[in-house]
């Protein structure tokens, strides 16, 4: 029932978000003649990687001398339309396809990259855990955590989800947030809604 779901709800979006593909593929490509879209390494369930699409909202390279780094506040790595594509979470619009293929569903735990789950999975207990199912556009840990929440207090978000997952919880975390997309806080590193966790 949650494959079906999904399929109908990114197969709608799809085409419902297709006028938004085109403006923003316009911005990105105009702001700095860069690649419009970027493709990352993730890691999905039972430990499959997959290539998860976004809109580029950074510099073309930008972690060329880095390597695999999350995004600081205020990054100077993040282009002008990127600081709009990001707070709005519409950089993850593209991911709507990946739904569609079955890398990922709307709600579970979030896709990190291989370089940071090894980094955590040997720093944190049963962190592997999380990928019994699907990773998700958004989440418990999504929604209600902070971008910079360590990740074993992301992995309990993550764990209580996956015990009680179900469709009531799903389309409240999504509506939760079209709320956060409208304020355009995803970025915010404070708590994002004001309602206390359920965890």
């Not at 619009?93 to 079955?102: A, R, S, V």
């Not at 569903?105 to 990928?131: D, K, M």
Request: overall charge positive.
């Amino acid at each position: 029932m949650k494959r079906l779901f999904d399929i109908c709800l990114a197969g709608i979006g799809l085409i419902l978000s297709s006028p938004l593909w085109a403006i923003t593929s316009a911005l990105v490509k105009v702001e700095d003649g860069g690649p419009v879209f970027y493709a990352q390494e993730r890691v999905g369930r039972k430990g499959v990687t997959f290539k998860a699409l976004k809109f580029r909202s950074m510099i073309a390279d930008a972690e060329r001398l880095t390597g695999a780094v999350w995004a600081a506040e205020n990054d100077p790595r993040v282009t002008r339309v990127g600081r709009l594509l990001r707070a709005t979470a519409m950089d993850e619009l593209p991911q709507l396809w990946n739904i569609f293929k079955g890398d990922m569903t709307f709600v579970g735990p979030r896709a990190e990259r291989p370089e940071l789950v090894e980094q955590f999975a040997r720093n944190v207990s049963n962190y592997r855990a999380r990928f019994a199912v699907r990773p998700g556009l958004t989440g418990l840990a999504q929604v209600y955590g902070q971008y910079d929440t360590p990740p074993q207090h992301k992995l309990k978000y993550d764990r209580l989800y996956i015990r009680s997952s179900s469709l009531r919880l799903d389309l409240k975390l999504i509506i939760l947030s079209f709320l956060i997309t409208f304020r355009g806080r995803w970025e915010r590193r404070g708590k994002k809604i004001a309602r206390r966790s359920p965890a």
